[in-house]
């Protein structure tokens, strides 16, 4: 602590001193007596916080006033530049633009760079790459074939090897196009316009070939001479159904008396009064299909055990049985012109009858079991679908096989003839119907819209509608003037197994389902009009008569119901009494 207290009286008293200048004598003025007395005052007046800003100003000042040295003058450091990210070029550095400048400012000379390793790899690497995009340039100037054939033909004569382990198409097409472009930079065109004249002399040839080829093996099946006469008697029998239909159409358009819509009241009036008028076992087995007949007094019905029965109307009383099917009956029609009537089978077989139960053609030819049949409008052919995902045209009076026709990916269920006999309709398990024009053989338009097979398929009377039924519980009427579906109708709660239009004009729609019911939908609006529930189980087919005055449905129950309307029942019980 006294040293520390004497630090300060120090400085204090050399003070004065510092102040005297050189040219005068320093006197001493301070007594030394008095220090004793000043001790106890050095802490209270003298405090240490006023010592710096006294301190060393004269000392500061000396080294300001002299001058400064002159900087020496660097000598230029040359240093390769320093690639940026590996892909810029020494001159490319804006450091080292700088540096250059600085040492072409200090010399006065131009300096030339020492090129490194890595920068000359990288000019090659770019002037590689130059190339090429020249050469992609060149190429894809020159005119390459695009026949596969030509191209393997060309690579051949440019002594090329025609293809390459897992080269593809277009990549051979590539290789043939770089082979050219290069030819083309290197000068060689003689060779390449030798390949391409050796090609332009082939090409005459290989089309008397491809001629010959195609008439060697058509892409299409010839079809017989027969097939060619029925074509003609369809035709001209189309011709003449349909003048009739448009003249009945035009009549009822433009005759003031006609009242189509209140005609279509009616007959809606008389299907929402249908009941149940008769009900008769139709055989031990489940039952698979039924017909009326064209005049309706007989009905015909099939049944699991290949059997199928024929019924007299209205009293249902059995005519005949008709025995000759190894497998169940999966079918049947009556003809529209004859009271003759035809049966499909899982024998692959369909055999055609008359009323009396005897047995006068068998249809052999497909080559899996049948499903649905129908009759050409004008009873002269047979049409038959078939498992075989075929459905196939025959000739009744000879029983001759006129069309096998296919197109369907799947097994071929129902099939339907247009009211003027000019089209057929087809429906299979791939969800699609087909409309054929059995004048020419195309297939003429595709229905999709179904997302399940598709078991039902019936003409509308009117010429342009025709609805399809599937195992999404919906049916579909589509409209063949425009092309496609008009209406959806979430028809039941289970598949549809079939559909019919009412057979006169077509003023109603009756379809049946495994929901055990059948039901009636107008054909204005395809609302439904009548539920036929008394079935107790799966309804599997169902047939309308000719004046759509009464509807036959058949079931896995075993039994044949008879729908009948309640308005005509009462005129029949007016006429008796």
């Known amino acids: 602590m006294d040293v520390d207290e004497e630090n300060p009286v120090s400085v204090s008293l050399a003070e004065p001193s510092a102040a005297v200048t050189d040219d005068q004598t320093p006197v001493s003025t301070i007594d030394p007596t008095p220090l004793p007395a000043m001790q106890p005052i050095i802490p209270s007046l003298v405090p240490p916080p006023i010592v710096p800003p006294i301190a060393p100003i004269p000392s500061v000042s000396a080294p300001i006033l002299r001058p400064l040295a002159p900087l020496p003058v660097r000598p230029p450091v040359l240093r390769p530049p320093l690639p940026q990210n590996g ?75 025609i293809t390459l382990f897992g080269e593809r198409e277009m990549e051979r097409r590539d290789r043939l196009r770089m082979i050219m472009a290069k030819l083309d930079a290197e000068g ?21 070939e491809v001629e010959e080829e195609t008439l060697q093996y058509p892409f299409y099946t010839e079809g017989s001479k027969s097939l060619l006469e029925a074509r003609v008697e369809i035709a001209k029998y189309s011709i003449k159904r349909a003048a009739s239909r448009l003249y009945r159409a035009r009549r009822k358009r433009d005759d003031p008396d006609e009242d189509l819509d209140a005609e279509m009241d009616w007959v809606l009036k008389e299907a929402g009064s249908l009941v149940l008028d008769c009900s008769e076992i139709g055989d031990d087995r489940p039952l698979s299909g039924c017909s009326f007949s064209h005049d309706g007094k007989l009905l015909a019905a099939c049944a699991l055990s290949g059997v199928a029965k024929i019924w007299s109307m209205p009293q249902v009383n059995k005519v005949s049985a008709l025995k000759g099917h190894t497998e169940r009956a999966t079918d049947v029609a009556f003809s529209p012109a004859l009271n003759h009537l ?46 075989d995902k075929t459905w196939r045209l025959w000739d009744v009076e000879t029983g001759e096989e006129l069309l096998l026709q296919e197109g369907h990916s799947r097994s071929v269920y129902g099939i339907s ?40 398929i019936c003409f509308s009377p009117n010429g342009y509608h025709l609805a399809t039924g599937a195992e999404d519980n919906t049916c ?94 009462k005129e029949k019980a007016m006429d008796i009494d």
Not at 426 to 433: E, P
């Open 87 to 161: 892909e810029m070029r020494a001159s490319d550095s804006d450091s080292d633009r700088d540096d250059s400048g600085r040492a072409q400012a200090a010399s006065g000379s131009a300096v030339e760079y020492e090129i490194s390793e890595e920068s000359r790899q990288f000019r090659e690497r770019q002037e590689k790459a130059k190339q090429e995009f020249l050469m992609k340039r060149r190429a894809s100037a020159l005119a390459v074939p695009t026949n596969d054939m030509a191209v393997r033909t060309r690579l051949r004569r440019l002594g090329e090897p």
């Open 188 to 208: 060689q065109l003689e060779k390449l316009m030798k390949a391409h004249e050796e090609e332009e002399a082939a090409a005459p040839v290989a089309m008397e």
């Open 342 to 387: 035809a049966t499909a089978s899982a024998d692959r077989t369909a055999r055609l009858w008359n009323s009396e139960g005897s047995l006068l053609k068998t249809f052999e030819g497909h080559l899996d079991r049948l499903a649905r049949i129908a009759f050409h409008p004008s009873g002269k052919y047979l049409g038959t679908a078939s498992f």
């Open 417 to 456: 003839f247009h009211r003027d006999g000019s089209l057929a309709a087809s429906c299979g398990l791939d969800a699609l119907g087909r409309v054929w024009d059995l004048r020419s053989g195309r297939s003429i338009l595709a229905l999709e819209g179904h997302v399940k097979p598709v078991l039902g």
């Open 476 to 569: 579909r009427i589509w409209d063949l003037r425009k092309k496609k579906s008009l209406y959806v109708i979430p028809a039941h709660s289970n598949l549809v197994s079939q559909v019919k239009f009412e057979p006169q004009e077509g003023y109603f729609l009756v379809t049946a389902s495994y929901d055990m019911t059948a039901k009636v939908w107008s054909a204005r609006d395809f609302k439904p009009v009548k539920t036929l529930s008394g079935h107790e189980a799966k309804v599997t087919s169902l047939d309308i008569t000719e004046d759509g005055h009464c509807i036959a449905t058949v079931s896995h129950d075993r039994t044949i119901k008879l729908w009948s309307s309640a308005e005509i029942e």
